[in-house]
């Protein structure tokens, strides 16, 4: 299972951690995982982008554990991305529930 962990403060993202595996490998005969590549896909992008824009450094990615954890501040940029990447992601877990359970809290 995939699970996603969401910090909230206020109307602001402020950490996104996820860990696991959806374990869905034979969809439509293929030994592709469909959910855990649209979760990756997320991840990556948000990654990119906080590099883009110089904002990396709150990024720790362990891939023995298979996790990514994200932590963002109040910067208008970095708030856009990981706001993108947190409705993505909560679209997918919607969508999978079976595969991916999403917890928020406001901290």
């Given at each position: 299972m995939v699970r996603i962990l969401v910090h909230r403060q206020g109307g602001?993202?402020?950490l996104i951690h996820?860990?696991?595996?959806?374990?869905t490998r034979?969809?439509?005969g293929n030994e592709k995982d469909l959910i855990c590549a649209a979760v990756s896909v997320t991840m990556e992008n948000l990654?990119?982008?906080l590099s883009l824009i110089g904002h990396d450094s709150n990024a720790q990615i362990d891939?023995?554990?298979s996790s990514v954890r994200v932590?963002?501040?109040?910067?208008?940029?970095?708030?856009?991305?990981?706001?993108t990447a947190y409705r993505t992601l909560k679209g997918i877990a919607?969508?999978?529930e079976k595969y991916v359970e999403m917890h928020e809290m406001e901290v």
């Open positions: 602001e993202v402020r996820v860990s696991g595996h959806a374990q034979r969809l439509r990654l990119q982008g891939e023995k554990e932590i963002a501040d109040s910067d208008p940029m970095e708030q856009l991305l990981i706001q919607e969508d999978h």
